[in-house]
């Protein structure tokens, strides 16, 4: 099975500066790998998806990029803001097969 | 667009008690449905997949039990809740590459 690491320590960092989240595997090298973000209390939310084949995937303020020979993919958000503290999930994913959740990582914007 | 509702909120049950948690979906036909629970600083634990009426995958012995009725609900089930059955439960319904698109969770507590 996919072991998958995520920082257990809270990411504090302050407002309109860059986050940037870490998810390293350590098993079999997915077909795609997705971010969630999940807030207190509430379901995860999907936010982007990445395959493979793709080193980067925008999406308004959020980048990921995903580099299969570290086994890595990392998560950033540029000009972050108080509203974007929250926990964030990878989620690698072989094929067509279900995604498996890392434990996430908090982000603390602070104002 | 696609909705999924999922009920109660949160519940209080002491141990030894029966459980009924129901899922629905709206929007969609034939989804792939899931059961996850996260306990408290813990990762999301998949529990029960479905990929049709009456199909039910089981991806941890345990407790519980699950049951897809009819297309679009999903019913996770048990007939003796224990302690360690307490956590946050979630369902999901999955789109094009698996993307997860998640329910609003049931907070459960046994006592």
């Known amino acids: 099975s996919q072991k998958i690491e995520q920082n257990s320590e809270a990411l504090n960092i302050q407002e309109g500066k860059t986050a940037t989240l870490t998810c390293n595997y350590t098993?079999?090298?997915?077909?795609?790998l997705q971010w969630y973000r999940q807030d207190p209390g509430r379901g995860p939310v999907f936010l982007l998806l990445i395959r493979e084949n793709e080193k980067e995937k925008r999406k308004e303020r959020l980048k990921v990029t995903f580099d299969t020979t570290l086994k890595q993919s990392l998560f950033h958000i540029t000009a972050s803001q108080p509203a974007d503290s929250a926990t964030y999930l990878c989620a690698p994913q072989r094929g067509s097969y279900i995604p498996t959740f890392g434990r996430g990582t908090s982000l603390i914007v602070h104002p | 667009s696609q909705t999924i509702h999922q009920w109660p909120a949160t519940l209080v049950q002491p141990v030894g008690s029966p459980l009924s948690l129901e899922c629905t979906v709206e929007g969609t036909s034939n989804p792939n449905l899931y059961w996850y629970r996260q306990a408290a600083g813990r990762g999301l634990q998949l529990l029960f997949y479905?990929?049709?009426?009456?199909?039910i995958s089981s991806e941890v012995p345990q407790n519980l039990s699950a049951s897809r009725p009819q297309d679009r609900q999903f019913i996770l089930s048990s007939k003796k809740l224990l302690l360690s059955d307490s956590g946050f439960y979630l369902c999901?319904?999955?789109?094009?590459?698996?993307?997860?698109?998640f329910g609003s969770g049931t907070q459960l507590s046994v006592l």
């Open positions: 479905s990929v049709g009426i009456g199909q």
């Open positions: 999901a319904w999955g789109g094009q590459h698996e993307k997860l698109f």
């Open positions: 098993n079999y090298s997915p077909a795609y």
